[in-house]
């Protein structure tokens, strides 16, 4: 199966709800916008460079209350790059309300990011390291299914791609993965919550995630030989997934916009093809601490 479908679509507004390409971003699939630019003016332009992130930070973020994490610069930088940022968020939310509207009544946003970092540049642990193929599970946050759908684009001034691998369909890793996943444990799940390791209780569902997140980055011989397509995203494309059912790996490109969004798998058009879904349908009984995967 082609993990990617075309869409050509020049207008953040002017998207418009295709069954087609809600069941095919449901599936795990990528839809790409190569004609969807997000457009910078001149001011905000001149600021694209590495040293536009803070020292310490991975990326520049801008948060629900128009809180500005990660800018170096003086006043000017910082309102500048507030008002790409706030505006990138709006573009954002328009164009995932025209692709999928029963969505917009029940989504949530995270914080807007804006991402200077070199990707090939970048120094981190296996476990951390999203050039390594993965899907999206938190350590922290356990989340209970909520979907992660997430609007990215392409702003490189030079004109550079992003580079991504994209990976079989979700299912095929799980069935290939969780008969090697570790048993959940309520006991465990109690305790890291009681330490503060993890910010709620820990369900099943978060378990066999995370399980499957670390298995996959950690196996270098699936990373090499595993069923996988290599995409390159052209300065002036965008794309949007679900992070957490699409296996991906970001392995190239510099200055990019991303939007997250979380979604109750219940608010889904079809529940049931979620990552949630196919777990239980897999493990053959509900999961524990985990909603079931239908609408209510």
Partial sequence: MDALVTLD?????????????IAAVEAGRVLVLPRLAFRLDEAERALMR???LAPGVRNISLDAQGQ???VAGDEAAQRTVQALVQRFSQHARALVRGLFP????HLRAAPTSLRPAQVETRKQSVRADDRRLHVDAFPSRPNYGERILRVFTNINPQGAPRTWRVGEPFEDMARRYL???????PLQAKLLDAVGVTKSLRSEYDHLMLQLHDLLKMDDAYQREAPQQRVDFPAGCSWVCFSDHTLHAAMGGQ????QT?????????????????ILTRLQGRPLQGAPLPSRP
């Fill in 50 to 52: 590495p040293e536009l």
């Fill in 255 to 258: 200055f990019m916009m991303e």
């Fill in 9 to 21: 679509l020049d207008d953040w507004s002017a998207a418009r709800s295709d069954p087609r390409w």
């Fill in 261 to 277: 969004f979380h979604l109750p798998v219940a608010a889904q058009y079809e529940p049931a093809a979620s990552p949630l879904g």
């Fill in 102 to 105: 029963a969505y917009d009544a």
């Fill in 68 to 70: 500005l994490k990660g």
């Fill in 179 to 185: 008969p090697r996943a570790k048993p959940y444990s």
